[in-house]
């Protein structure tokens, strides 16, 4: 399939999960994991920067229009897209461009960990922003961890349901 | 000129990044302080039709519940007017014109969230119906927030159970009053600040709205005395307040038009103005 239609797909696939059942999880009232993160992660890696870069800020302010929360997930969102390349060199090596990356292929240590880095990123920026204030570290941090390893399980599942079948 | 050109050219990826980046933090900030953003809410038509669709399906999930909160509060509105104390008040010669200082209007809660510090809710009520920014929400228990940004269709509502809202509360019977606020912690809880030593106060006594807010009517129950702390620096009660209202399960809500509230506005307004 061609991959800007690819990619539009998931945007829109991803962003209605998202409003639709994600954020309505609320799991021990107030854990909700942000699998959107995933347009950003399998995003392929030899395709435009900027393309990404602009689709993951629609994608974030669309969200916070839907969550009422001003810019939190338009910032998480774009800086995650921009340390992206950063993230792909720390966990598949420096040359990661040459090799085709698919995440859903195997879930191999690299993936894992690139998958989590990202997460924690992207989560950390997100309860930072939305709480504002630096006294509140453990609260931030606490509820990072906590919705970083439920967005972790999710994505995981996400990604191996949407597993092409092709050997 | 070249170089400059030559310079922005190479660093094109870059310059975006930055200039989505502070777009988002101006809209971040913008979002923290006390006028949001005029853009960038669900009040607007196409995440208002979206929550509206989630609703219905929603909907039928606590239709039971729903309608039977529906009918006991039908009883007790019964029972008062069955037991007036003036036989001559009718349910008719009750709106009477001079005395009709409020307007209620009702509205449904499509999107409601509770797991920020800031949360707001919207429904499917808008300007059509008369909805400005600043007015009251309650619902059959108690109260729910405050209006805060209206179109056409929809409305949003800021929560009690958000970190900005302020609300004049006094404790019944006493009429004591001070400020309800919301610490950001539990879903449950709101506090009371600013409450004078002077007052008594009781374990479970009733909180309402107090008649120093334009917003709200006097007397809407907002909850019941849970905890009694004294603030070490200002020497005033700060108590714990546990809401009447299950903040996470709103369904019908009742926004309220207060008719007086320019009117005494303004007169306070000359009133505090300095004299020529």
Known sequence: MNNSLLNSIRFIVFLSLQVLIFNNINLFGYINPYPYILFIILYPVNSNKSVLLLGSFFLGLLLDIFCDSGGVHTTASIVLAFLRPTLFRFSFGISYEYQTVKIADKMSPERITLLLLAIVIHHFILFYLEYFRLGLLFTILSRTIVSALFTFTICILIVYLIKPNKR | ?276
Request: net charge positive; hydrophobic share 40%.
């Open chain 2, 1 to 276: 000129m070249q170089q400059i050109i030559n310079f922005i050219i190479k660093n094109s990826y870059r310059l975006l990044f930055l200039l989505l980046l502070v777009l988002s933090l101006s809209l971040t900030i913008k979002s923290h302080t006390y006028h949001r953003s005029e853009y960038i809410n669900s009040a607007n038509k196409i995440t208002g039709s979206v929550y509206t669709q989630l609703n219905y399906v929603n909907e039928y999930f606590s239709l039971k519940e729903k309608n039977k909160e529906l009918a006991s509060e039908n009883a007790l509105l019964k029972k008062l007017l069955f037991n007036k104390k003036d036989t001559l008040v009718t349910s008719k010669t009750l709106f009477r014109n001079d005395l009709n200082n409020f307007n209620v209007v009702v509205g449904k809660a499509i999107k409601n969230s509770f797991n920020t510090r800031e949360n707001y809710i919207t429904i499917n009520a808008g300007k059509v119906l008369g909805i400005k920014t600043d007015m009251g929400v309650i619902n059959d228990k108690g109260i729910v927030g405050i209006v805060e940004k209206t179109s056409k269709d929809f409305a949003t509502i800021q929560s009690v159970l958000n970190i900005k809202s302020k609300i004049n509360a006094k404790i019944k019977n006493s009429d004591h009053f001070g400020s309800l606020v919301w610490d950001g912690k539990n879903v449950g809880f709101a506090q009371l600040i600013d409450v004078p030593r002077l007052a008594s106060l009781r374990k479970g006594d009733s909180i309402v709205t107090g008649g120093n807010s334009d917003i709200f009517p006097e007397n809407i129950p907002i909850g019941k005395i849970d905890k009694i702390f004294i603030d070490r620096k200002t020497n005033y009660y700060t108590i714990n307040v546990r809401l009447f209202n299950d903040m996470t399960a709103l369904g019908y809500v009742y926004v309220i038009e207060n008719k007086k509230k320019k009117q005494k506005q303004e007169l306070e307004a000359i009133t505090t103005a300095p004299k020529k």
